[in-house]
């Protein structure tokens, strides 16, 4: 009898001290690519170290995110607790001075550091410059969708601090890397969800000379894709691979390797190598950002010269050679 019940208290305490991890998305993860990579990263992770993940769909508005990532946190369930984006900074900074025994992780965004907070930024400027020098290239190039003008495009989702501070700049250094006289036309859609908006943008844009156009405008970047696929114009995706979507309109990916990312802090959270109390940006040089080089339609649409250019950029900044914008 002493036996089962030693064995029980056993089997109960490691129940009770199983690993738990609560991701908060701010958003919805269907139809978002970075939410679906980190939802499969930290499924991946779950399954390999043995850890449990609940995921907590916070939808779009963004006045509920707080008070959940609160609550959540109130029910001291979780071993550790991860939002994501620069929208939540300052509630994280709350909800772990509020709750100075729960461990956050913050990615995508940084967060103040704190003694229970990790944060993980992406460095969006390199995605940026590669896309700005990509789009360059492309512009004066002889494609077929490439006029004599040197003019290129970028439409975003809204304005946010990465937007203006790095992706825009970075954006636009890229280009004027490829060629000094290269023109930048810029517009906000207003909306992540607005497809109709992101054809009106696109239409408006082509019009003015535009040939190739950076779409970081998640669903509303659907409207654009349509415009330049009756135009015989091109566009660059962001974030994930979405060139099967239309292979002769979106040339090319600059690539967010958030699945990778989210496994890595699993992992160093489950095995207590998080470091807390502090922050870090990663990019190409940590494996984070990336570009679609091996994709079929890449190779086939891009001519062979281009290609190359970009490679060779692309281990460039990957040793330190070139800094696309000022950490």
């Given at each position: ?6 064995l029980?208290?056993?089997?109960l305490?490691a ?9 908060l998305i701010?958003?919805e993860?269907?139809?978002?690519a970075?939410y679906?990579m ?10 390999d170290f043995g850890?449990d ?15 959940l ?28 001075k509020?709750?100075?025994q ?6 995508d965004?940084i967060a103040?550091n704190?003694a229970n907070?990790?944060?993980?930024g992406?460095?969006?400027e390199?995605?940026?410059?590669l896309?700005?020098?990509f ?7 002889n494609?077929p969708?490439?006029n004599?003008?040197l ?5 975003a989702g809204d304005?946010?601090p990465?937007m203006?501070?790095?992706?825009k ?6 280009a ?8 930048i036309f810029f517009s ?5 969800a607005?497809?109709n908006?992101?054809y009106?943008?696109?239409?408006l844009?082509?019009?003015q000379?535009?040939d190739?156009?950076f ?8 409207g654009?894709i349509k415009?330049?696929?009756?135009l ?6 962001v974030?994930s691979?979405v060139i099967?979507?239309a ?6 990916c600059?690539?967010k ?6 496994y890595?802090?699993?992992k160093k959270?489950?095995l207590g190598?998080l470091?807390?109390?502090?922050s ?10 990336g570009f679609?080089?091996?994709?079929p339609s890449?190779l086939?649409?891009?001519p062979e010269q ?6 060779d ?6 040793r330190?050679?070139i800094?696309p914008?000022?950490?």
């Open positions: 009898m002493k036996k089962i019940l030693v029980m208290i056993v089997v305490s129940v009770v001290n199983a690993y738990s991890v609560a991701l701010t958003g993860v269907g139809g978002n970075i679906e980190m939802v499969q990263g930290a499924v991946r992770a779950s399954k850890f993940v609940k995921v907590i769909e916070g939808g779009y508005n963004s006045s509920k995110w707080e008070p990532l609160i609550s959540l946190a109130s029910t001291k369930s979780y071993d550790l607790i991860v939002t994501f984006t620069e929208g939540m900074p300052k509630s994280v900074e709350k909800a772990a509020m709750f100075p729960q461990k956050f992780a913050l990615i965004g103040p704190l907070v990790y944060s993980l992406f460095k969006d390199e995605m940026a410059y896309a700005g020098y789009a360059g290239l492309i512009t004066k190039s494609l969708g490439a004599s003008e003019k290129i495009g970028m439409i304005i946010y990465a203006t501070e790095k992706m700049p970075a954006y636009e250094k890229g004027k890397s490829a060629d000094e006289k290269t023109e906000v859609a207003g909306s992540w607005d497809p908006k992101g009106e943008l696109a239409q844009q082509f019009s000379g535009v190739v156009i779409l970081v405008a998640g669903g509303t970047g659907i654009a415009k330049a696929k009756e015989g114009r091109y566009v660059i995706g974030d691979n099967y979507l292979p002769d309109v979106i040339l090319a600059v690539l390797r958030a699945d990778m990312a989210i890595e802090v699993l959270a489950y190598k470091p807390l109390g502090h870090e940006r990663w990019g190409i040089r940590e494996g984070a950002i679609t080089f091996d994709d890449y086939q649409n891009v281009i290609r190359e250019k970009m490679i950029l692309f281990e460039k900044v990957e330190g050679e800094t914008f000022g950490d």
